[in-house]
Each structure stands twice: as C-alpha cells, then as structure tokens.
C-alpha cells in the first residue's frame, strides 16, 4: 500500500515543486526578514530535495546529486549564518526587521 510514497520519482518531484513554490510564494509575500530567510532556506531545501531524488532515480551508481546537495546545506548554513547577522545589526539600528521599510539604507 506505501509501495506508491517512496518508489516512484514523480512523488520526489512534486515535493520538491511544492518546497520550491511554497518558498517563491514565502519570498513575495513575506514582510519581514525572518520569513524570507526561512522562505530561502525552503527554496534551498526542495533544489537540494530534487538532486538527491534524481541522482537515486537516473543515476544511482553516482554520486553527484548528494554531492552537491550537500554542497547546498553548507551554503545554506553559511547563508543563515551571515543572514541572521545582518538582521541583528538591522534590528539594532532601526528596532523593526520588515523589508520595505528599508529603503533609507540606500542613501
């Protein structure tokens, strides 16, 4: 009855879709800096979800996919990491972290 939930590479696929499109929708919509940081790291998430899924599935005898995936969850953390700092050094300045209102920083 699972047999359908872990062998087929359509269902990798759409989840990593979903991840990827949840994320985009994140980035759009979201205000503050937090939620687009977790919408990044979403997007990062399900890029990193369909190369593990395509590298088991085409290529199984390589591999690639998990290589770079966990390439991407190294960029990642670096990414948070100088992310979340910025976001402290924002919030310190202007006590509030949405992304619109920080237009001023260009001047």
Known sequence: M???LYNYLHVYLFVALFMLFCGIVGVV????????????ELIMNGAGLNL???NRFVSPENAYGTAFTLI???IA???AAVALGI??????????IEG???REMRD
């Open 2 to 4: 699972t047999d359908f």
């Open 100 to 102: 619109g209102d920080l």
């Open 77 to 79: 953390a670096a990414e």
């Open 52 to 54: 593990v899924a395509l």
């Open 87 to 96: 976001i402290i050094l924002i919030f310190r300045k202007y006590r509030h």
């Open 72 to 74: 991407i969850m190294g």
């Open 29 to 40: 919509y979201r205000r503050t800096l937090i939620g687009m940081l977790v919408s990044l």
